[in-house]
């Protein structure tokens, strides 16, 4: 096997791969000062806890095409936040997947800002925009304005109620034109 010299295109390479993966992870990091969506002031982080229904998306590459969708979080004892997210692929009665990131809040955010962790060691801005005073509904942003999920505690909103959400989307910088009503089966009678 020949060693890279020094201007092989091999060198080159891995040189440009290991200059992307350090920018790449770097740009990954969570910093309360590059927070340019708005943060509710504070949050009460155990009340935020338990499940909520996903109902509007702007799809990461994972949601295309998910119905019953659902993010539960979890306090752990070591102050991360467990996360589990479900949903069925392709159909109401499609495929189950789950995943199961780990959330970590960013000192400094009253809760309101957090880091979620799919794969280590990168960790993707998560905000929580909006949530109402009952802990019923929520929003949660990005920076980036790439991503955002409506979720609610109840697998149903009023047409009124969701419309006033997607309105508050709209007015945190997003094009609503992106986002999708995530379907939910009725329970079984």
């Known amino acids: 096997m020949n060693k890279p010299t020094r201007n092989s295109p091999r060198r080159f390479a891995l040189a440009t791969l290991a200059a992307f993966a350090a920018s790449t992870l770097g740009a990954c990091a969570v910093s309360p000062t590059k927070v340019t969506v708005p943060a509710v002031p504070a949050l009460d982080l155990p009340r935020f806890m338990g499940p909520w229904h996903v109902i509007g998306v702007i799809p990461t590459f994972l949601e295309?095409?998910?119905?019953?969708?659902?993010?539960?979080?979890?306090?752990?004892?070591?102050?991360?936040?467990?996360?589990?997210?479900?949903?069925?692929?392709?159909?109401?009665?499609?495929?189950?997947?789950?995943?199961?990131?780990?959330?970590?809040?960013?000192?400094?955010?009253?809760?309101?800002?957090?880091?979620?962790?799919?794969?280590?060691?990168?960790?993707?801005?998560?905000?929580?925009?909006?949530?109402?005073?009952?802990?019923?509904?929520?929003?949660?942003?990005?920076?980036?304005?790439?991503?955002?999920?409506?979720?609610?505690?109840?697998?149903?909103?009023?047409?009124?109620?969701?419309?006033?959400?997607?309105?508050?989307?709209?007015d945190l910088g997003y094009d609503t034109g992106k986002l999708v009503r995530i379907p939910h089966a009725a329970p079984a009678r």
């Open 64 to 170: 295309k095409d998910i119905h019953n969708a659902v993010e539960s979080y979890a306090l752990a004892p070591d102050g991360s936040i467990r996360t589990t997210f479900t949903f069925n692929q392709g159909a109401p009665d499609g495929p189950a997947k789950r995943y199961q990131p780990t959330g970590f809040v960013v000192p400094g955010t009253n809760n309101a800002v957090w880091g979620m962790q799919f794969v280590w060691p990168v960790k993707a801005e998560f905000v929580v925009s909006h949530v109402d005073e009952a802990y019923s509904e929520t929003i949660i942003a990005r920076s980036a304005r790439d991503y955002v999920w409506i979720m609610a505690r109840s697998p149903q909103l009023s047409e009124a109620r969701y419309q006033a959400l997607v309105k508050k989307v709209g």
